[in-house]
């Protein structure tokens, strides 16, 4: 099995990643880069993610960044044998990629749009209203699928819920109309309560 090492700080982006592993059930190291202190602007951190950002991932010594890639990659090479993640050529692996894309780039720019209205204290300023529609709107696709079967994938749990349900449950957080779509709510509660969801991370 390869070396898998996770640059982490505690309750950031990289935390989504972290309760990924502990689904998969992966072996790893872990290593803390403390971005209130700057650790991630050090030259040996640069040099395996040019963004100085975490979660960075490094396999064998090889360096992945972004959350959803790291994910994803997880989950097709951990997932598929205990099912967590769809076999390569099945329809379910394109729904798998297609919901795990759309909750960080689609879904994650109005999440965006509204967090930084919030900063600027004016979260009801044009940006953040736009925001919040576009987050409802979104919303309201994920409700009607969550309508018609209990997991994003249909009748299983698989790491897609994990990779959805975390940036659903962040944007709780940050005021998104989640409360207004039951479907979400119930799934987002059952999601949250995994084992691997608990960790300390
Ligand atoms: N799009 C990136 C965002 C990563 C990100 O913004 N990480 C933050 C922590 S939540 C960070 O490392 N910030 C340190 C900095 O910007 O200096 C991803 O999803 O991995």
Known sequence: MSKIVLYWHPMSSATPVACALAELDVPHERVKIDITTGEQRRPDFLAL???????????????????????????????????????????????????????????????????????????????????????????????ARLAKQPWMLGEAYSL???????VIGYSVYIGAPVQKHPHVLAWLGKVQARPSMQIDA
């Open 49 to 143: 993610n040019p963004n100085g950002k975490v979660p960075t991932l490094t396999v064998d010594g090889a360096p992945m960044f972004e959350a959803v890639a790291i994910e994803m990659w997880l989950g097709e090479t951990y997932g598929v044998k205990s099912g967590l993640w769809p076999a390569e050529g099945t329809p379910e692996r394109l729904q798998a990629m297609a919901w795990s894309t759309w909750s960080y780039v689609t879904y994650g720019a109005q999440l965006v749009r509204l967090q930084a209205a919030r900063d600027m204290g004016t979260p009801d300023d044009a940006h953040g209203t736009a925001g919040h529609k576009g987050m409802d709107e979104l919303l309201g696709l994920l409700d």
């Open 160 to 166: 897609v819920d994990l990779i959805v349900g975390s």
